[in-house]
């Protein structure tokens, strides 16, 4: 019983971070269609920009978070309304121009910052460990699994009880009659990749004390991202938090009984037989048009 606890625990752990890093991502893709190659560097920009605060000047931690969502958010802005908003429905150019910006972003860094591997502190409040059904889990990973389940409630009652996210629901299902309502999709769009930018700078803040800040950290967070927003469908939010933590519970075990390596293999595999017989994912919203 303490072995299937303890894993259980381990992948509620892991399938926590891979949520808070997809999160962002599967509203930009599910909702606009935007293949967001940059997503790995709003998380490493959200990791740098809390070590710069944190070395330079002073700021704590949890308060760091509010400037980093409110910076990388703004960024995400200024790329949306100068680059993606003349590719939609062109998914090729989305694809490269986004993956341009994203090279962009890690050689400005890594002439800004160096190339060295950089950490940061972990909150001396948080850095303990707390006992859960009598297994030992660090504190600070049961903060973020708190933090990112608020993330998500927070995320989806902006999607589904506010007007902004009924103009976007409106404007994901017919651009053209949502326009003719006196909606602006274009700046609807603009927000809601801002928005999603946003939640990947968070990302990046609370997985910056769990593993070294580089400029390359974000390209295997945003290939984890597109398997956990796939294999949930791409239009289904529940179905992005139920398939990242099937798969971090998956990983954990896999991990557990062999290593991190075969685990990562076995889990794409699972994900690559699974597309092949239900390409929609495990999750699919069903809207009329």
Known sequence: ???????????????????????????????????????????????????????????????????????????????????????????????????????MLQQIVRLIAGGELRYVEMPPALSGTVSVLGITVSGYRVFVFLFVLALFAATWYLM?????????????????IASCFGINSSRIYSLTFAYGAGLAGLAGALVAPLKSVSPEMGTTYVVDAFFVVVLGGVQSIFGTVASAFVLGEATGMLAFLWNDTIAKALVLLGIMILIRFRPQGLFTSKARR
């Not at 790995?40 to 931690?61: D, I, K, P, R, S």
């Not at 589904?160 to 053209?176: C, H, P, W």
């Open 160 to 176: 589904y009880r506010t007007a902004f996210g009924t103009k976007l629901r409106a404007v994901v299902q017919n651009r053209e």
């Open 1 to 103: 019983m303490d072995f299937l606890l303890e894993n259980i625990i381990t992948g509620l752990s892991i399938g926590s971070i891979l949520l808070l890093i997809a999160l962002g991502l599967a509203i930009i893709y599910g909702t606009m269609g935007v293949i967001n190659m940059a997503h790995g560097e709003f998380v490493m920009l959200g990791a740098y920009a809390t070590w710069a605060m944190n070395a330079f000047l002073g700021v704590g931690f949890l308060a760091s978070l509010i400037v980093v969502f409110l910076g990388v958010a703004c960024l995400g802005y200024l790329v949306e309304r100068g680059v993606i908003r003349f590719l939609y429905r062109r998914p090729l150019d989305t694809i490269l121009a986004t993956w341009g910006v994203g090279v």
